[in-house]
């Protein structure tokens, strides 16, 4: 009862990712903030993206069930986090490592602005 997370209704979540994954170059869906990740897998990604020298949108999706189980839906994806690149959902933690190590990674973002941290 004290539990003061707000929660989105399925059809407002799924419109607030919409417009969150259309307004940022790099929006990261995870378990807490760029600043405090609340598990390893977001930590990964987020190391991932500092290091490149690319600031990301992280959405916390530990805020809000709607926004969790939305997010889900929304790119049929099982897990957190989930990584979007201009708009185009690239995959969760495995998939972002691995591309970076493969320098795929390095070649999309070559296409975005570099913003310093």
């Known amino acids: ?66 926004m969790r189980s939305a997010i889900k839906e929304y790119s049929n994806w099982p897990t957190i986090p989930q990584v979007y690149i201009k708009g185009e959902f690239i995959g969760g933690c495995d998939i972002t490592v691995e591309m970076a190590q493969t320098g795929e990674l390095q070649k999309l973002l070559a296409t975005l602005p570099q913003k310093s941290l």
Do not use: Y
């Open 1 to 66: 009862m004290g539990d003061s997370k707000k929660i989105m209704t399925h059809d407002e979540a799924l419109k607030t990712i919409d417009q969150t994954i259309k307004s940022a170059d790099i929006v990261v869906f995870m378990k807490g903030t760029p600043d405090f990740p609340m598990c390893g897998f977001s930590g990964r990604v987020t190391q991932i993206f500092n290091h490149l020298g690319h600031k990301i949108v992280g959405v916390n999706v530990l805020e809000d069930e709607g």
